[in-house]
């Protein structure tokens, strides 16, 4: 008997029994803590003391309860899940290879076929299927080659924090930004200080330098991260406003203009302020995993709590969309549609809005 997350198929690391989960490659953001770690203790142990007894002793204890927000915040990014969706099943493969062939007479095959969705604000979206999780990815998924994951409102793959940021931990990667600017800002104020008091004691303010050359270093690293990471935090305030993702923006998805139609986005609640709270204060949704499931020898699987349980993985893929946006006709996937392959429709989900 094993846990579900021993046979994901996707490049995470799982850590704590599929508690945790991080990207493949995590190299950059170990380079990252130790950056951050080595600035800070750098000004604990040189500038503080001194400004201490100058100024305030609250300085270093503002700077401490920065720094722990900045580690928490990075470790919250890199190890939540951003929003992996489940692969397909093997029946639901051929739920969907035999729907082609009975709703179409010019069938194409799986890994070319889209299906619309029409939304509420009558916004029709086309659905694209990934051939290598096998499901028809809802809006504003995309696939991540370096997880080899589809990731629920796909932002972008970040090296420096290791993982994806997503639907789950985007929260999380913008107070990361925001608290790890501020933390430059705040050492880089007080290196100046520092070394502005420290030549009222001096001869000249080489000498003030030379009786501190750790604050230097400390004030160079902070001036060139702050323009990096201050910059990346004003342009991820600018895309919240407007209630889109990197990915979104940088392929131009909403207000462009397609076959003289202007694409308008259909998730933005046309006020910035609004936008704001919904993403970064709304509920957070569960993750569409259960990691720590376990798996009997006959496939069986036992849930470790006692949760709600869908009979495939398809359901929580349907449940991704608010109710309104799940209206479709014809020969598109209607959202009361329960798998023919279920035998169980008692254990369905309510329906949850998670964009």
Not at 58 to 77: E, H, N, Q, S, Y
Request: glycine share 6%; aromatic share 10%.
């Amino acid at each position: 008997m094993v846990k579900k997350w021993e046979l994901i198929e996707s490049k995470n690391r799982f850590y704590c029994d599929g508690r945790c989960l991080s990207g493949h490659d995590i190299g950059v953001f170990i380079l990252a803590i130790v950056l951050i770690s080595i600035t800070s203790g750098l000004f604990f142990a040189f500038d503080c003391p001194y400004l201490t007894t100058r100024l305030s002793p609250a300085i270093p204890v503002f700077a401490a309860i920065l720094f722990l927000c900045v580690i928490c915040f990075i470790f919250r990014t890199a190890c939540s899940d951003p929003g992996i969706l489940p692969r397909g099943t093997s029946d639901e493969i051929l739920y969907l290879e035999r729907s082609n062939v009975a709703n179409s007479s010019h069938s194409v095959a799986l890994p070319g076929r889209t299906i619309e969705v029409q939304m509420h604000t009558g916004h029709v979206l086309q659905l694209k299927f990934c051939s290598t999780c096998k499901i028809f990815r809802p809006p504003r998924v995309s696939h991540c080659s370096l997880c080899n994951a589809c990731i629920a409102n796909f932002d972008h793959h970040c090296p420096w924090v290791g993982n994806c940021v997503g639907l789950r931990n985007y929260r999380y990667f913008y107070s990361f930004l925001f608290s790890l600017s501020i933390l430059c800002l705040y050492i880089l104020s007080f290196n100046i200080t520092n070394l502005i008091l420290r030549s009222q004691d001096k001869p000249s303010f080489i000498d003030a330098i030379r009786d501190t050359p750790a604050t230097i270093v400390q004030a160079i690293i902070c001036f060139f991260s702050i323009w990096s990471i201050g910059g990346l935090w004003g342009y991820h305030t600018y895309l919240i406003c407007r209630s889109i993702t990197t990915n979104e923006d940088i392929k131009h998805t909403w207000n462009s203009s397609r076959h003289g139609v202007t694409v308008k986005n259909p998730f933005s609640k046309g006020n910035g302020c609004v936008n704001c709270f919904t993403t970064l204060c709304g509920p957070l949704p569960p993750s569409f995993l259960d990691l720590r499931a376990t798996i009997k020898a006959d496939g069986h699987i036992n849930r470790v709590k006692n949760e709600p349980m869908s009979t495939t993985n398809i359901e929580p893929i349907i449940q991704f969309q608010p109710e309104d946006n799940r209206r479709q006709n014809n020969n598109r996937i209607h959202s009361t549609t329960i798998h023919p392959y279920s035998d169980q429709k008692k254990n369905r989900h309510t329906p949850r809005d998670y964009i």
